[in-house]
């Protein structure tokens, strides 16, 4: 795969959700996004920057999803839902594939923003199709796999003070 050079068209992914667990169970600290998409870009050409948030009625939300859009951040918004036994499910996992996919012919590199070891698959099947993929998370609890099958992951934890508020 090709090494970064400043041409590259990148687009970043954030699991909103993901990152977010991760940060307040290893630090007990929020995400710093402007710094986040400055990280993944690294100079490059940004293409699209997308982050997929939960709503879940909790208070200063809207803020949040209206500060991501001012830092650059389209965002794609999901209901959480509630079932019957009282469980609650969101994520954004398909979502985020879909566009992964949907976008790599217009990209030199995608850059997900999660720790998910699901996404390990997506990954591989970027890298045939010839797109670089590199992965930004918490390295205390990013997946092995998803380490394991990308270009280059970024270790949040290896500045912690860089990447949270």
């Known amino acids: 795969m090709d090494a970064v ?16 667990h991760s940060a307040q169970s290893v630090y007990s600290r929020k995400i710093d996004y402007e710094s986040l998409l400055g990280g993944a870009v690294a100079g490059r050409r940004l293409t699209r920057a997308i982050a ?25 918004i999901k209901d959480i839902k509630t079932f019957g036994d009282g469980s609650k499910k969101a994520d954004w996992d398909v979502g985020m594939s879909l566009d992964a996919v949907s976008l790599a012919p217009h990209l030199d590199t995608i850059v997900l923003c ?30 092995e796999e998803l380490k394991e099958s990308v270009d280059g992951f970024t270790d949040l934890s290896d500045d912690p003070d860089r990447y949270l508020l």
């Open 114 to 143: 999660t720790g998910d070891g699901d996404f390990a698959r997506l990954c591989t099947h970027l890298r045939h199709a010839g797109v670089r993929v590199e992965a930004m998370a918490f390295g205390e609890s990013a997946a």
């Open 52 to 76: 997929y948030v939960i709503r879940a009625d909790s208070p200063d939300e809207e803020r949040f999803f209206h500060a991501l859009g001012s830092i650059g951040f389209e965002t794609k």
């Open 5 to 20: 050079h400043s041409g590259q068209r990148v687009a970043v992914l954030v699991d909103a959700q993901n990152l977010y």
